[in-house]
């Protein structure tokens, strides 16, 4: 009597995949925790706070710290209460940062892979230095830079700084996603009687959309959350919201208020999560995609 | 519509020469193909006539209007890339109006174009599509109505076949000689595939090395090559060259050949070659597979046709004939059969040689005697 031999590897692939799935979901748990508690207690009013545990369900459920935060809590001495007006500061702030950087860095990437010229490769092995640079070395002369121009201490220098110092990042994206792009559209371009601005825009714009994207959200991101300028070069009527948050969590008078706390930095972190959800898929496309095809 | 002249053209990157020296005289509506292996410089010099880059040295006319420094715009040319290079954010319509709109033609005038290139091309019903929904043949015709849109007094194609698979490059290249023959206007050509500067070309000029070997009709680069690497690179199976030692006197010369033991006297033609000088010693005597046959009745009494007895290394059906590899004075040598007549590797047969059309070269210069 022979035996059939069985090659089964029906349920050797799903005992895998168990296991797998069951470590994803537990260091997902275990990175959400901390959000997790800190909508809980954004939610819990301080008596409850202050008579219960520090991690429990809120038994009241109040918007209270939420409005707190957002216009009712003195922050240093300024008139307008709560994170509103830092956070408004943030907003003029980040849009022409975001757009004017990504802008030069778009032009940017474009010249370095279409439009080469004697010592181009040089001048963007100068301008990646730029994404290495710990930006507590340029301080101090950025400020003294800031001051020549009259704009320290305003949105405007704020907006300056940012577009500076992320056109070395906006550049790298641009260029490293325009050079997988055939050079022969460019010529065929040419030979069809477009010029510099024309290809530009009625070419290579179009083509453009995923890295757009990565740099605007990479940009947003990265400006949003930025502290140190923020700090830095920003006077009481320019300073974002990060500093705003840091003010208020670490005024050292009255009690601390941990619903409030937590309401205010959930507040300030709202644009960069709200933008990863708009434009997330985006983002991991773009970072991923080599080149379009077609 | 105007002819093209290239005169010493040079272009050199630094110390790297990749034009030494073209010259090249092109008729009004000649199709002239050039030809070579990769880093010849043959896309190197499109690109000089395109406008894309700049000579180093030398003239480009079109007409009697020197163009060697006018913009690629200006110049009246229009270029098929073998990526195709059709703007992938425009459907086909805008991709073949594309060019016209920056020149400024009324709108009514460039869609009577447009409609006019895509009925010329069979690609009516593409119009609105995107070039990521087309094959490689399709977007192979756009790319080509896009040029033919403008009406160009010149059209350069830098390989535009090398893309498509082998059936539609067959296709693909009797609709471009038609083409051809339909509008009459000049056409300058690149490629690497010889048949297809065979099939297509008035004339081919073969490069190599940034120089031009031969510039001739296809007929008189096969019969009548200009030295070894021209006599090689052209036809498929390639020509067989032998290394043969030059007997005879007074106008009558023949050259040796040694098969399994025995030598062969081969006849030289008076008309192919004056082998005068070379008496006594060695050239290289180029012959096609093709002038290598089995034997055949009313060949066999010709005055240039010998008999030799070869022995089969290996046969190679090619379906029309059967290739035969064998060993003649020690070197490979390709002979092309009737399938029914060719020996089985490890046998010996006989194989007739016509001298009427054979080559010889100089064994230093490479040059043809």
């Known amino acids: 009597m022979s035996q059939t031999k069985v090659n089964d590897a029906r349920y050797k692939a799903i005992t895998g995949r168990a296991i797998l799935y069951a470590v994803l979901v537990i260091v997902a748990l275990y990175y959400l925790a901390p959000l997790f508690l800190m909508i809980v207690t954004s939610f819990r009013s301080m008596e409850e706070i202050r008579v219960g545990q520090l991690i429990e369900w809120p038994k009241t459920f109040t918007f209270d710290a939420w409005a707190a935060a957002w216009n009712q809590v003195q922050i240093g001495a300024r008139e307008d209460l709560g994170l509103k007006p830092y956070f408004m500061n943030s907003i003029r702030m980040v849009i022409p940062s975001v757009l004017l950087s990504t802008a030069f860095g778009a032009l940017n990437g474009y010249v370095l892979s279409f439009w080469k010229f004697r010592g181009s490769e040089l001048f963007f092995a100068f301008l990646l230095a730029g994404c290495f640079l710990p930006f507590q070395a340029i301080l101090l002369p950025h400020s003294i830079v800031l001051g020549k121009m009259g704009i320290s201490g305003s949105t405007l220098g704020l907006v300056f700084t940012h577009v500076v110092y992320g056109v070395a990042f906006t550049t790298l994206f641009f260029r490293n996603y325009y050079v997988n792009l055939p050079g022969e559209l460019i010529k065929a371009a040419k030979l069809d009687g477009a010029g510099f601005w024309m290809i530009f825009y009625r070419i290579i714009l179009p083509l453009s959309t995923p890295i757009l994207v990565v740099s605007i959200i990479w940009q947003f991101t990265q400006i949003w959350n930025d502290f140190l300028f923020g700090v830095v070069f920003s006077d009481p009527n320019s300073q974002p919201v990060t500093v705003g948050l840091n003010n208020m969590v670490n005024s050292t008078t009255g009690e601390k208020r941990y619903n409030v706390d937590m309401a205010g930095a959930i507040i300030a972190a709202l644009p960069t999560v709200l933008v990863y959800v708009v434009a997330g898929k985006y983002f991991v496309r773009g970072l991923t995609a080599g080149s379009v095809k077609g | ?369």
Do not use: W
Not at chain 2, 48 to 54: R, T
Not at chain 2, 70 to 78: E, G, N, S, T, V
Not at chain 2, 291 to 310: C, D, I, N, W, Y
């Open chain 2, 1 to 369: 519509m105007s002819g093209l002249s290239i005169q010493n053209v040079k272009k050199s990157f630094g110390q790297t020469h990749i034009l030494k020296g073209i010259d090249l005289e092109i008729p009004d509506g000649e199709f002239v193909i050039l030809v070579g292996p990769s880093g010849c410089g043959k896309s190197t010099l499109l690109n000089c006539i395109a406008g894309l880059e700049e000579v180093t040295e030398g003239r480009i006319l079109m007409g009697d209007i020197d163009m060697t420094y006018a913009a690629p715009k200006d110049r009246d040319i229009a270029m098929v890339f073998q990526s195709y290079a059709l703007y992938p954010n425009m459907n086909v319509r805008k991709n073949i109006a594309f060019g016209l709109e920056i020149r400024k033609m009324p709108k009514q005038e460039i869609e009577e174009i447009v409609d006019r290139v895509a009925k010329l091309l069979q690609i009516e019903n593409l119009l609105d599509r995107k070039p990521s929904q087309l094959s490689g043949g399709q977007r192979q015709r756009v790319a080509m109505g896009r040029s033919l849109a403008r009406q160009p007094s010149v059209f350069l194609f830098d390989e535009p076949l090398s893309n498509l698979d082998a059936k539609l490059r067959v296709e693909m290249r009797t609709e471009i000689k038609k083409l051809h023959q339909r509008l009459g206007t000049t056409i300058v050509y690149v490629t690497h595939d010889q048949i297809e500067a065979m099939t297509l070309a008035d004339r081919i000029a073969i490069m190599r090395g940034g120089e031009v070997q031969q510039f001739g009709t296809p007929q008189e680069v096969y019969d009548e090559p200009a030295n070894i690497f021209v006599a090689g690179f052209m036809g498929s199976p390639s020509m067989n060259f032998l290394r043969v030692e030059v007997g005879g006197a007074d106008g009558q010369y023949h050259v040796l050949v040694a098969s399994e033991g025995h030598t062969y006297k081969l006849p030289s033609p008076p008309t192919q070659a004056d082998l005068s000088a070379y008496v006594g010693k060695q050239v290289i005597l180029g012959i096609r597979p093709e002038q290598l046959t089995h034997v055949m009745p009313h060949l066999e009494s010709g005055p240039f046709v010998t008999k030799v007895a070869v022995k089969v290394e290996v046969t190679e059906p090619t379906g029309a004939d059967t290739l035969v590899l064998t060993r003649i004075n020690d070197e490979e040598c390709e002979c092309r059969v009737h399938p029914a007549e060719a020996g089985k590797p490890g046998e010996m047969m006989d194989i007739l040689f016509n001298m009427e059309k054979a080559v010889f070269f100089d064994s230093e210069t490479e040059a043809r005697i």
